[in-house]
């Protein structure tokens, strides 16, 4: 099976309330445990590829990794290339063999937006074979790889804006700013509350706003960003051996998996899988100080990886079963 674009993976979703994983990816202990985990769950899985894993690893050797998962698992697998500057970056993605790219343009005026994704479109559409294309309205706070915009400066999408945003540029799915955030940092203390036990609760999503722009877009795949819970079992593990996560705190997966039921085909998972990844590195490093092969300890990593990803899909994305 070769790679796939996100249309018919989408339009299931969409009539199936399930919501397809976006995991990002960087290096082959990851890709293996993502894609390990959604082979026995059955379920699709898309791999995306930040700037920064671009600069880290080079796509060809991503792209190879990718290819090399799908003949693994035989599953229906989309290479993704996620938050695209510009047009040459998407551009060199599509001449590369990714089969679906976001271009990332929200932080422009809305005619200017338009323009450029309309031309990633044209480009990407032209091409054989086709190629899908993600855009964005709103920004989101937070920091990942090359995208950071201050807490304070985010804006949430207007749903008044979005039928005319995709009638003009003919994405194939719309990225919408209802709250979530990048990093692991994604709320600041003084925007949560704290339960009886002290834990920081984030302000809820804006349902409101998904579900206004649903009405205006019907049938239409909505993509969440920002969108990691930041497991605190990963957190205590992680500080429990040497390190130093204060107050990181993530999106609750019940809203997530509340959203998927609706509109929203793919939620943009990154900063749970970097935290379970340390989370075994370090804690192999306390229990073993000899080791020094690195199979070993980021194998340990790998695994916390897989058992997060199947999570994710069974228990958030309500993709089992699905590929």
Request: net charge negative; hydrophobic share 35%.
């Given at each position: 099976?070769?790679?796939?674009?996100?249309?018919?993976?989408?339009?299931?979703?969409?009539?199936?309330?399930?919501?397809?994983?976006?995991?990002?990816?960087?290096?082959?202990?990851?890709?293996?445990?993502?894609?390990?985990?959604?082979?026995?769950?059955?379920?699709?899985?898309?791999?995306?590829?930040?700037?920064?894993?671009?600069?880290?690893?080079?796509?060809?050797?991503?792209?190879?990794?990718?290819?090399?998962?799908?003949?693994?698992?035989?599953?229906?697998?989309?290479?993704?290339?996620?938050?695209?500057?510009?047009?040459?970056?998407?551009?060199?993605?599509?001449?590369?063999?990714?089969?679906?790219?976001m271009i990332d343009a929200s932080s422009k005026p809305f005619e200017e937006n338009i323009e450029i994704t309309r031309k990633v479109v044209e480009y990407a559409h032209a091409h054989k074979p086709y190629v899908?294309?993600?855009?964005?309205?709103?920004?989101?706070?937070?920091?990942?790889?090359?995208?950071?915009?201050?807490?304070?400066?985010?804006?949430?999408?207007?749903?008044?804006?979005?039928?005319?945003?995709?009638?003009?540029?003919?994405?194939?799915?719309?990225?919408?700013?209802?709250?979530?955030?990048?990093?692991?940092?994604?709320?600041?203390?003084?925007?949560?509350?704290?339960?009886?036990?002290?834990?920081?609760?984030?302000?809820?999503?804006?349902?409101?706003?998904?579900?206004?722009?649903?009405?205006?877009?019907?049938?239409?795949?909505?993509?969440?960003?920002?969108?990691?819970?930041?497991?605190?079992?990963?957190?205590?593990?992680?500080?429990?051996?040497?390190?130093?996560?204060?107050?990181?705190?993530?999106?609750?997966?019940?809203?997530?998996?509340?959203?998927?039921?609706?509109?929203?085909?793919?939620?943009?998972?990154?900063?749970?899988?970097?935290?379970?990844?340390?989370?075994?590195?370090?804690?192999?490093?306390?229990?073993?100080?000899?080791?020094?092969?690195?199979?070993?300890?980021?194998?340990?990593?790998?695994?916390?990886?897989?058992?997060?990803?199947?999570?994710?899909?069974?228990?958030?994305?309500?993709?089992?079963?699905?590929?």
């Open positions: 099976m070769p790679l796939v674009n996100t249309k018919e993976m989408f339009e299931k979703a969409y009539n199936g309330g399930y919501a397809i994983g976006a995991f990002n990816c960087n290096n082959m202990e990851i890709v293996q445990a993502i894609t390990e985990a959604a082979k026995e769950c059955n379920s699709p899985v898309i791999l995306q590829v930040s700037a920064g894993a671009r600069k880290y690893a080079k796509p060809v050797y991503l792209k190879k990794m990718v290819e090399a998962a799908v003949e693994d698992t035989g599953l229906p697998i989309v290479l993704h290339l996620d938050h695209g500057a510009d047009f040459e970056m998407c551009k060199d993605c599509i001449d590369g063999g990714f089969t679906s790219v899908t294309v993600e855009a964005e309205l709103g920004t989101l706070a937070g920091i990942e790889d090359d995208v950071k915009v201050e807490h304070g400066s985010e804006s949430y999408t207007k749903p008044e804006d979005v039928e005319e945003f995709v009638r003009r540029t003919g994405c194939d799915s719309l990225a919408i700013a209802i709250g979530t955030s990048h990093g692991a940092y994604k709320f600041k203390p003084e925007q949560c509350t704290r339960d009886e036990n002290g834990v920081l609760c984030p302000p809820p999503l804006r349902f409101d706003i998904l579900e206004e722009v649903s009405k205006r877009l019907p049938g239409f795949p909505i993509v969440l960003h920002g969108s990691s819970s930041v497991n605190q079992e990963y957190v205590k593990i992680i500080n429990d051996n040497g390190g130093d996560l204060k107050d990181a705190v993530g999106v609750p997966e019940k809203q997530l998996r509340q959203a998927a039921k609706l509109a929203v085909c793919k939620i943009n998972i990154d900063s749970d899988l970097r935290l379970a990844m340390t989370a075994g590195i370090r804690e192999h490093f306390n229990a073993h100080p000899e080791h020094f092969d690195p199979r070993q300890y980021v194998g340990d990593g790998r695994k916390y990886v897989k058992e997060l990803v199947k999570h994710k899909i069974t228990e958030v994305l309500g993709s089992v079963d699905k590929a």
